[in-house]
């Protein structure tokens, strides 16, 4: 009998102790500190498998304001309205609120990157799933926070997933798909530090519309302490993209990497454009070591040489004020073969819409690529090939062409799918570690440059 009593205090203590967060069939999201746009962006959409009923908790400032504001301007568009009902709690004690509470079962951040690894170890500590924008971690310290909050992950048969919207813009798709067919593609090339196997060039701007509306951006997002430079930020999809297209389904480790060279350079911003895209907000103090002759300098720019699997990569990116008439954020890619490069380019000449190239390095007979595109019309029925000067042109029906904010809904469901099936896949967790490791060591090597 004390046996058994001794063992029912046990369970009592076990059970006791247990996080109160809800356990259910459907996501049930908290959205946590919501600062940056892609946070509402992920709500732009309604999901059968997550409540419309969505927490939110963050502290009493104008990015909170802000987020509310969106998540209404979808409630109440004309066309396809979503039905979000949210929760707000707004004040400076909004985490100890959270873990009171103990509601939902996802937590969903997209915000100051500064505080972003410390709320994903504090989601996981506290028993949630964690569905993260990018970058997790933005320098070497936030790295080692990461792979504590991967490690309890694990115990804790969670998941955490990060948001790379990129593998689903269809250019880059259909250059992934190509370059998994040999008699089209070859082998991806070795390559050097002159002439990379792959490399990605991503170019945004500061001043643009999300959602129909000039985009304010927080003045913390200037701020390369709390954002994170472009090296360690936008530089992860790039990255991302490289582990995806080269090594479909293939776990890489720290061990397979090597970072060459990493370089970084800074954008200036004047303080009237600075106000123009934050909506007239002052240069805070935080900001004054960047600003000289009525000029902020804001290393949003990088460069990172490396070898993944002993092949040669390279990703850059760029940020400008404001894209040129009809232009947006950019993106450029080649990925050399043994037999033909693969490249996608957006310029002015292709009216700043992503174009794929197949440029032989070898004869091709046209008939395999016909072959090879025609397979690939089951997948994305529309496609055609066209012959240009120098190889062929893949063109791509409208229908295909998803714009950027409907790729949160595509991710989105990938994470719905891993939260039914309460696992995701080891290669999906591994590379997180590794590309985030790789953002960080880049930047640590660039600024001891």
Known sequence: ??????????????????????????????????????????????????????????????????????????????????????????????????????????????????????????????????????????????????????????????????????????????????????????????????????????????????????????????????????????????????????????SIYTSDIEVIQAERWPTLLSTAKFKKVTGGAEIPDYLQPSLANDTLSIYANGAISFTVKGHHAKVSVLWNYEAPNGGSDTHYSIMRGTNAHLVIVQDEEHKYTPTLYILPQKEIDESILQQAITSLKVTYPGIELTSTSNGWRVDIPNKLREGHEAHFAAVTKNFISYYQNQSIPQWERDNMITKYYLTTQALSQAKNR
Not at 38 to 62: C, F, R, W
Not at 75 to 104: A, C, L
Not at 122 to 130: D, F, L, N, P, S
Not at 194 to 220: C, D, M, Q
Request: charged share 20%; net charge negative.
């Open 1 to 250: 009998m004390r046996n058994v009593l001794c063992l029912a205090g046990f369970l009592l203590l076990l059970f006791g102790c247990t996080s109160s967060v809800e356990t259910d069939s459907k996501i049930k999201l908290i959205t946590l500190d919501p600062g940056h746009f892609h946070a509402a962006l992920i709500q732009k959409s309604m999901y059968p498998e997550i409540d419309a009923n969505v927490s939110v908790y963050g502290p009493d400032t104008s990015d909170i304001e802000f987020h509310l504001n969106r998540i209404e301007q979808y409630n109440s568009r004309e066309s396809d309205p979503t039905s979000w009902n949210t929760k707000v709690f707004k004040g400076s004690d909004f985490i100890e609120q959270w873990k009171k509470e103990g509601k939902g079962n996802v937590v969903m951040l997209s915000g100051n990157n500064q505080k972003k690894t410390d709320y994903i170890l504090t989601a996981i500590e506290e028993g949630y799933h964690v569905y993260a924008d990018k970058p997790m971690a933005i320098n070497a310290e936030n790295y080692t926070t990461l792979k504590r909050a991967f490690a309890h992950a694990d115990e804790k048969q969670l998941l955490i997933y990060d948001i790379m919207t990129e593998r689903f813009e269809i250019t880059t798709l259909l250059q992934k798909e190509l370059s998994q067919i040999p008699s089209v593609f070859g082998n991806l090339i070795q390559g050097s530090v002159e002439e990379p196997a792959i490399t990605k060039e991503s170019v945004h701007h500061y001043y643009k519309n999300v959602s129909g509306a000039p985009l304010i951006r927080p003045t913390w997002f200037f701020d390369t302490q709390q954002q994170g430079e472009g090296i360690a930020d936008v530089s992860v999809h790039l990255v991302d993209l490289t582990f995806w297209e080269c090594f479909p389904n293939t």
